[in-house]
């Protein structure tokens, strides 16, 4: 089974300072890695995916994240947060399986940006 | 290019009444979801449409939950009777088509729903 651990339910940055989300995940074939971004009241939207190209991601809005498998980690990157970077992030991977495409969600890190 | 459409965009319930959402995805993806999210958690997968057929329903609560894709394109979800602890925003996503788990997922806004 597959899963992803989102360490920190939340993280305080301030402006200009680096964000750094971090995410592991537990899957027994190689992983495809996704960060989604959900701002109030809205649905989510893609920042970046891993789909065994280049481990070095980069994504929407100045964000990367690196796929590392000897840690079996997708932490995710920005080197200068704004105020508008406040929102939830989620971290998530997903596996072909023999009935579909499943996306299997972590729990999330809510973000606030201090001016 | 239009998005995931879905409504209502809130609902407000009595328990063990009925409520149904609808969900419009993009035009020519094949592969439509239906997530529920529950405050202060991910999104979890409740059921999953390649066409009009269900490919997933494993996590669906099949005594009150339904859904159907007729035609292949529109959704419906349906909670019959609703309980208290179904209050949860209800997304719904879809993808061109099932091209072994790198296909990205695209949301609509969701329908947030609260059961009094």
């Known amino acids: 089974a597959q899963s992803v651990t989102q360490l920190g339910s939340h993280v305080s940055v301030s402006e200009g300072a680096l964000v750094l989300l971090r995410c592991n995940y537990s899957?027994?074939?190689?992983?495809?890695l996704f960060w989604y971004v959900q701002y109030p009241n809205q649905g989510l939207q893609l920042l970046l995916k891993?789909?065994?190209?280049?481990?070095l991601v980069k994504g929407i809005n100045g964000f990367e994240a690196e796929f590392k498998k000897s840690e079996t980690s997708f932490h995710l990157t920005k080197p200068s947060a704004h105020m508008s970077d406040a929102a939830e992030y989620f971290c998530?991977?997903?596996?072909?399986?023999?009935?579909?495409?499943?996306?299997?969600f972590g729990g999330g890190t809510r973000v606030l940006v201090k001016p | 290019e239009a998005g995931v459409a879905q409504s209502p965009r809130y609902k407000i319930i009595e328990k063990r009444q009925s409520v149904a959402f609808w969900c419009n995805p993009i035009?020519?993806?094949?592969?439509l979801y239906w997530y529920q999210q529950i405050l202060g958690q991910g999104p979890k997968l409740l059921i999953q449409?390649?066409?009009?057929?269900?490919?997933?329903d494993s996590q669906l609560p099949k005594d009150r939950f339904s859904a159907e894709r007729l035609k292949g394109v529109d959704s419906t979800l349906k909670i019959q009777p609703a309980k208290l602890e179904d209050s949860a925003v209800y997304l719904c996503?879809?993808?061109?088509?099932?091209?072994?788990?790198?296909?990205?997922?695209?949301f609509g806004p969701g329908t947030r729903l609260l059961v009094l």
């Open positions: 996503a879809s993808s061109l088509s099932l091209a072994g788990g790198r296909e990205t997922q695209y």
């Open positions: 899957s027994s074939v190689p992983p495809y």
């Open positions: 891993y789909t065994s190209a280049a481990t």
């Open positions: 998530a991977v997903s596996r072909r399986l023999a009935a579909g495409n499943k996306l299997t």
């Open positions: 035009s020519g993806h094949a592969t």
């Open positions: 449409f390649q066409n009009n057929g269900v490919v997933d």
